[in-house]
């Protein structure tokens, strides 16, 4: 069973930079597929970024050219770097992992979630 746990979220102001990190366990390697969602309150959830084993990432396009996903097989972790945040990305965001983007949402491994705040 995989367990992932996000770390860094926080308090930031508009434009200013979070780092955000997953952690796995026990292998990053053993998760074919992962990627970081978000959930603001009112609103569905949504994918923000995702990064197979292979392959060039997927962005969502409210996020392109602010956020970077990167996959560090030997650190087991997955960091998402923001920049140039917005106020529109204060939300709850969640690290997932599974076998495909599509399975992700319902058979997939979740984490606890950190909270991402942007103030104006």
């Known amino acids: 069973q995989v367990q992932l746990v996000e770390s860094g979220g926080g308090l930031v102001q508009t434009g200013g930079s979070l780092r955000l990190s997953c952690a796995a366990s026990?292998?990053?390697?053993?998760?074919?597929?992962m990627g970081w969602y978000r959930q603001a309150p009112g609103k569905e959830r949504e994918l923000v970024a995702a990064?197979?084993?292979?392959?060039?990432?997927y962005y969502a396009e409210s996020v392109k050219g602010r956020f970077t996903i990167s996959r560090d097989s030997a650190k087991n972790t997955l960091d998402l770097q923001m920049n140039s945040l917005k106020p529109e990305d204060t939300a709850i965001y969640y690290c997932a992992g599974g076998e495909s983007i599509t399975t992700i949402p319902t058979s997939g491994s979740w984490g606890q979630g950190t909270q991402v705040t942007v103030s104006s």
């Open positions: 990064k197979g084993r292979y392959g060039s990432p």
């Open positions: 026990p292998s990053i390697f053993s998760i074919n597929y």
